[in-house]
């Protein structure tokens, strides 16, 4: 059905990459022209070398034949994945799937306007008729400049050794099968065990017309456990994730049985427990993938697009206080491991950290090229898009409100009646009202300074600029979470990294039963 | 890249994982042309033309399956991946239940989900439609301008075939449009957006009506507070409804009942609901957004009643979990070429009933109108419900000022069997619908 449908509320976040078809991973081996040998075995062998067919030559020809109408900026795209997914369910492999999805896509812009045009063939002639498709945005404006792409040398982050994906059939069963066993090896209670597996190794190819080329490849894996227990007719599932762009020595510091047995207790904890409360009160948001809130809140609101459209409550606010002097967001696309991260974005800039927010006042946008160009300003190496099917857009990475000084425990003091979000789910935003929600998974009652009983999920919500104003406390505990973040918008699907310390509020909506 | 016979590609790669050693094989095919027109402050900002195609190989071998996807339907490549496949099976656990359907139904005729305007439509076609959009929008007062404005339109063509059907083929067309509308009043921006998608292009409302529906909600959400906590009866209309409903469907998938993730586990044959809600799941539906006259795994489609008159009749099954429930199949896989079939939505709605919408309002005192909800609100497994929403707040049985910044939540079993009132005003604008639904009594989450 329409692959890229219109919706009607711009962003969601969504637990794991279960229904990504996309995943992205990262630096990898970066800029290396030589491929690890057991790399070609994970592409089976039946990949043609992107560079094979688009050499310097090639991509200059295509490029100029896509700015021969004029344009601000052309960029050839080539991608192709090899995907592998695995899923447990009813304690048997279900299902085993190879996925080889490969192509290019040829981009032009003229100020506002965007062409686009791809092919699921990476051949010569196709590419130099997409770019044909895509110029016709532009309506003869300009003259051609000659293009000449060169190599550009980019340093990757960080290096991954040894990359999950690369790893044997077999040894990822083995891992899948044994967190299934320790999920159930928690409580009789435990009835049912889901696990999905997914892991890529991404190859990218960027040609652009400002003399760009860059080869890059990336690996990702996600690992998602969801475990259901049954006591009567109370019925509790408890999630938890693993993963990143990470390599097998992962496994070591993140024990996948350790992990698996956290989804089961969270169920077992979440059976029997009341109602959250509903209505306004004190909220402490637990670190690491709380950073939902940070993501939903200011990060979609300071993405160029809609700030350069001026639909969104942040457009025009650069330089001022948007939110408390406590507060600084940051956006990261080199986090080692993140599973935002990259070497280079999908435009060719290479990825960066940008600080978003300091000290309360806004200090820059998300941008990619088109939104950069039209708003004056300068790249911050955003661009992302879900495939080659896709154009870019300006797009989170890693983002997190960053490390504050207050000792964690200290932040339930002084709190009568109030609400702790321990874990959370997925989230949305209206970017010009700046009304935002989010799930949560795991929540629990903090009652005269101490956090006390488990209560059922709820969504809280809240205005972006009012809740950010409230922040009374920031941890010096500061995560990211590198295991989950599937971030939607327009119909586009990539892997983001969220992130936060354990951090105050000095009232967000609760949306529970019990008043 | 367009194959020309496509009936040819499937048998080919079905016969080649038949002699690599697959006793069932599955080839779906899935070729799909999509153009779309983004247009705004007078100028088009993006024209997309997408032609995409892909091929999924399903295996079964001992009971064990595997499967493969790609985009690259290069002859060397397919051999590859083909041999891969069969090979890759072998790894998983075999399933009793894993057999592909093997009786040949006539697929369903006269669903009338394809318009051949599809072929003549143009880009400068969409284009006036797009700028008929955005026009609109803006004589409402106080729209200011608008975030997208969007008109397209998308042919799909699926081809099957598996080891005991020969070969099956349907195409489908969709046509949409979509405005959001910015307006703007002492400082506050606020967005209202409309949408109309239908599968012939004649059926569609008038751009100058989407335009001006997507202006007047944009207007009539500025000024919106939120409201003090509370328990109250509340109006979901219409659209808000249809939403609800999407969020229940996963609810009445057969996989999650059998896996315990549904709180509708055990309840077939049992009142879960008011008398007065009946949910249809209709994949033979005449022109709906959802018909289509076979399902991901060749089975026939068939209109499913799930909840008739507040009781729980079947649950909704691909082949696999049907046999696993020892009940009959549905008809209800869903997949494209990347993905195994799964339970889906067909047109998945609830059935009219007989309030009219303004006389629902008229007998609440005071309450809540819903006009929008966001986010994940749904616990399927517990039976959990807490979301954001947007309306106006009913005083003496009219609608009174516009509210936002709260949430309603409530136990979904005692929701549904709450539901006092529903309306007459189904309208099939997507594959989720409802009538105007009123609860009893829900708890607001506010300021």
Known sequence: MPIDEPISRRDFLRHGAVLSGAALAAGASGLSFLRPPDADAAIMGIGKELRDVLNLETVNRILIEALKRGGDFADLFAEQRFKTTIVLDDQKIDSVTYGFPRGAGVRVFFRKQTGYAFSDEIAYNDLLDAAHVASA??????????????????????????????????????????????????????VSVRIEYQDEARDTLIGTSDGGYAIDRQYLVSISCSATAVNGSDRRTGRSFLGGRVGEDYFLRRDPEA???????????????????????????????????????????????????????????????????????????????????????????????????????????????????????????????????????PRMTNTYIDRGTDDPASLFSGITKGFYAADLGGGSVDTTSGNFNFAVQLGYLIENGQRTKPVRGAVLIGNSLETMQRIEGIGNDLQVDQTRGMCGKDGQLVPVGVGQPTVRFASITVGGTAI | MPISRPEEVLNQVRTMAERSGAAEAEVYFDFVRFVEVRYREGEVELLQQSAITGLGLRVLRDQKMGFVYTTNLNRTVLDELVVRTVALASQATPRDENRLPDQAFPPQTNLEIEDPYADRITPQDLIALAKALEDNALLVNKVKTTQTARAGYVVGETHFSNTFIPYLTYRNTQFWLYCAAVAMEGGQKRVGSFTDKKRNFQDLTTPDRVGRKAGERAVARLGAKPVPSARVPVIFEAEAAGGFLGGLFGAFSGLNVLEQRSFLAGKKGQAIGSPLLTIVDDAILRRGLGSRPFDGEGSQTRRNVVVDRGVLTRYLHTAATARRDGVNPTGSAWRGYDSLPAVGASNFYIENGSSKPSSMIEQVPNGLFVTGTAGFGFDLAAGDYSQQVEGNWIEKGKLGRPVEGITVAGKISDMLTGIDAVGRDLDFRSQFCSPSIRFKELTVGGG
């Open chain 1, 137 to 190: 945005v532009v309506l003869n404006q300009g003259t051609v400049a000659p293009v000449d792409v060169r190599p550009r040398v980019l340093t990757p982050p960080f290096s991954v050794m040894n990359p999950v994906a690369l790893m044997s059939e077999n040894t990822k069963f083995d891992i899948i099968r044994r967190m299934d066993a320790a999920a159930r090896s928690v409580s009789p209670k435990i």
């Open chain 1, 259 to 393: 992990v698996a047995k956290e989804a089961a207790q969270q169920a077992m904890t979440l059976i029997g427990a009341d109602p959250a409360p509903a209505g306004s009160m004190p909220v402490v948001i637990a670190p690491g993938w709380g950073g939902v809130l940070i993501h939903e809140s200011f990060g979609h609101a300071l993405e160029g697009d809609s700030i350069r459209r001026g639909t969104s409550l942040l457009s025009g606010l650069l330089g001022q206080k948007i939110g408390s002097p406590r507060l600084r967001v940051v956006d990261d696309a080199l986090w080692p491991n993140g599973r935002g991260s990259y070497t280079v974005d999908d435009e060719g800039m290479p990825g960066q950290r940008t600080v978003l927010v300091d000290g309360g006042y806004l200090q820059s946008y998300i941008l990619d090229r088109q939104s950069a160009f039209n708003l004056n300003q300068k790249s911050t190496g955003n661009g992302r898009r879900m495939s080659y099917r896709q154009w870019p857009l």
